[in-house]
């Protein structure tokens, strides 16, 4: 069983930025398609952005493209989301998942392994 593991939420004002990191036990996150969810109070879950086992593609919603970015260290085992000019918007407790069969292309990837959640809290 592969547990997943996000770190780095926090608390920070309207502009600021914030890392996430994604990890998981046994070093196996380097060989697996890495997506972040995240949900607010009282919304549904959103696909917020993917890594790509297979080469490498990222994928990220609307709602966040070009302020967060997606990225794996060399042995690939941590996966980052480094989250620029945040928004009280961001506000969600956001989900890393793993999985060897998806990919980011796919309309709505089913992904295997979730992490437990860190919680980002943006004011204004």
């Known amino acids: 069983q592969v547990q997943v593991v996000e770190s780095g939420g926090g608390l920070v004002q309207s502009g600021e930025s914030l890392t996430l990191s994604c990890t998981a036990s046994e070093g196996v996150l380097g060989g697996y398609t890495v997506g972040w969810f995240r949900q607010a109070p009282g919304k549904e879950r959103e696909r917020v952005s993917c890594i790509d086992r297979r080469d490498g593609s990222t994928y990220y919603a609307n709602s966040v493209k070009g302020r967060f970015v997606i990225s794996r260290d060399n042995p690939g085992n941590l996966v980052y989301l480094q989250m620029d000019n945040l928004k009280v918007e961001d506000t969600a407790i956001y989900y890393c998942?793993?999985?060897?069969?998806?990919?980011?292309?796919?309309?709505?990837?089913?992904?295997?392994?979730w992490g437990k959640g860190t919680q980002v809290t943006v004011s204004s």
């Open positions: 998942t793993a999985d060897l069969w998806v990919h980011c292309i796919d309309t709505t990837p089913q992904f295997v392994y």
